[in-house]
């Protein structure tokens, strides 16, 4: 089965970046759609960003919008959330999942998510 590995968060001061990177083994990661969510202290998961298989098209979250980029490498099994301009409240634990599109969003698909990375952002 798929199994989703996210790296890379840490403590940054707002304005930074970061880069998170999800290493995904089993099944056929060429032809997933991957999809990054995260989940902040008191809420509920939430959607941030997705790419199509082949990377041609990418979807973002209003609220990460031009600040977030989406990326993948298909020969490293791997998808890629270049973060820039933090903000305090994108702090929360990021995950990767494999999404599909249902009622016009991005929706995870694989049950057992990942442990996640944290990513800090300090005022």
């Known amino acids: 089965q798929v199994q989703l590995k996210e790296s890379g968060g840490g403590v940054v001061q707002a304005g930074g970046f970061l880069g998170l990177s999800c290493a995904v083994s089993?099944?056929?990661?060429?032809?997933?759609?991957m999809g990054w969510f995260r989940r902040a202290p008191g809420n509920e998961r939430e959607f941030v960003a997705a790419?199509?298989?082949?990377?041609?098209?990418?979807y973002d979250a209003e609220s990460v919008k031009g600040r977030f980029t989406i990326s993948r490498d298909n020969a490293q099994n791997t998808v890629y959330l270049r973060m820039n301009s933090l903000d305090p409240e994108d702090t929360a634990v990021y995950y990767c999942?494999?999404?599909?599109?249902?009622?016009?969003?991005?929706?995870?698909?694989?049950?057992?998510w990942g442990q996640g990375t944290q990513v800090t952002v300090s005022s």
């Open positions: 999942n494999v999404v599909v599109r249902r009622d016009n969003s991005w929706s995870p698909y694989v049950e057992e």
């Open positions: 089993g099944g056929t990661f060429e032809s997933y759609s």
């Open positions: 790419i199509t298989w082949n990377g041609e098209m990418t």
